[in-house]
């Protein structure tokens, strides 16, 4: 949950560390193919398909950062969540606490670069009068078959646009969490009811929303096209009706630990329509379902984070429960920033100040990630540590961040062989693979 979140506040093994580009839908992203599969040509039809493999390295540099527009004005305030590359190529993030969305027209190749706002959502009243109905905390916007869709995490609903929205232009649509427009969100545990939606993801005609404030995972079997719809199945919860935190007896209150089927907050959500990834934030774990589930409480395959589906506390990995020992088994708080082609992932591991890559889909639990962004080895976890001593470096009064150093990352979206990050809230950082 992002008030929380702020309270304390992702290749092959060759000469270097490779990347897989093969494409998959996900959360924050369209449900198009941004890593389309590269075909041998000698390979005959039937053959397997060879993909290209995108090189990154530990504490590789950002090519750029992009924090300011074309005269020097901070582009963001407050944006967190994955961001979007669009079908046509335009880049969008949204801006929590600006109420609006952030459009480039293009993938900005440098700092500099002007952007469009998009602050509503328009619907037709009784009268049949357009009106505007404000974008309240957007994040992880996404696209399903032409249409928009964005959670909004102050307004507790889920908006979903008849279409890319323009600005300047009549940008109609539906929302879910809510009858309609004119009735204020139910926020209530219920089928209907949303509380801090954080992140969604929709792919194969499927729409999944991270519920947070109410320990769940939503999923509608079709992106809906009117307002109010009720999701067909809940993760992390059996009913609709129950929405406390680590339940897996379903009395009503959480329980000492975790299990395979309950969640603490969950943040974000990534899917190809066929297999399913979800943040756990509070448990310092992601979820993996290697088939998409079909069923109310379907308990997860695997868990990345944690040894087990038992445990849940942050970088633990002698599991002394000292919290001391970070490696590339824990996590610490990850937040919203979840992306998979279909074999590797990516994860924004927020209080560790670090993105982690596994290059390959993972098999058992605990997987260590194999590639680590924002730190020079697995075991450093400050934030904005240039020369890795273990403190934040500081310039008078002024925290410094570099090229290479995060602070809270809290999004990333992989593009062909360009994986943009969100760090600090306020700065987007490109890295371009080889």
């Known amino acids: 949950m992002k008030n929380l979140h702020l309270s304390h506040l992702i290749f092959c093994c060759f000469s270097g560390l490779a990347l897989t580009a093969c494409g998959g839908g996900g959360g924050g992203g369209s449900s198009d193919n941004d890593n389309p599969p590269i075909v041998d040509d000698e390979n005959e039809p039937g053959d397997e398909v060879v993909f290209e493999p995108v090189i990154f390295s530990n504490f590789q540099r ?74 309240s905390g957007p994040s992880s916007p996404a696209v399903s078959a032409g249409r928009m869709i964005v959670p909004l995490y102050s307004d507790n609903s889920v908006v979903i646009f008849d279409s890319i929205p323009v600005t300047g232009a009549e940008n109609t649509g539906i929302i879910l969490g809510t009858g309609s427009f004119e009735e204020e969100p139910a926020a209530d545990c219920s089928a209907l009811g949303l509380s801090g939606p954080e992140g969604l993801a929709a792919a194969g005609g499927k729409l999944v929303v991270t519920d947070s404030g109410h320990n769940r995972v939503l999923i509608w079997h079709t992106v809906p096209t009117q307002s109010g719809t009720l999701p067909d199945i809940v993760l992390g919860q059996n009913s609709f009706d129950l929405c406390d935190s680590n339940d897996d007896n379903q009395d009503g209150d959480t329980d000492s630990q975790p299990s395979a089927r309950t969640l603490s907050v969950p943040a974000g959500a990534w899917t190809d329509g066929e297999k399913l990834l979800v943040i756990d934030a509070v448990n310092n774990r992601v979820l993996v379902w290697n088939t998409f589930p079909t069923e109310n409480f379907e308990p997860a395959d695997l868990v990345l984070g944690q040894p087990d589906f038992a445990s849940n506390n942050a970088n633990d990995a002698d599991q002394d429960s000292s919290e001391d020992d970070p490696s590339a088994q824990t ?46 080895s697995f075991t450093n976890t400050a934030a904005n540590d240039d020369n890795q001593d273990g403190v934040e470096d500081v310039i008078g009064e002024e925290h410094v961040s570099t090229d290479r150093t995060m602070a809270y990352p809290s999004g990333l979206r992989l593009h062909e062989k360009t994986l943009i990050v969100i760090d600090n809230y306020n700065r987007l950082m490109f890295f371009n693979g080889e």
């Open 62 to 135: 950002a090519d750029f950062v992009l924090a300011t527009d074309d005269e020097g004005t901070d582009l963001f305030s407050d944006i967190y969540a994955n961001p979007l590359v669009a079908e046509d190529g335009s880049l969008w993030v949204g801006d929590y606490s600006a109420g609006q969305l952030v459009r480039f027209t293009t993938l900005p190749e440098s700092d500099g670069v002007a952007a469009t706002y998009i602050d509503s959502i328009q619907y037709r009243d009784g009268e049949n009068v357009l009106q505007d109905y404000q974008l």
């Open 331 to 376: 996590m610490n708080y990850p937040f919203d920033g979840i992306y998979s082609n279909g074999e590797q992932i990516f994860v924004t591991d927020g209080d560790n100040n670090r993105v982690l890559i596994w290059n390959s889909w993972p098999t058992e639990n605990g997987q260590a990630a194999d590639v680590v962004l924002g730190q020079d």
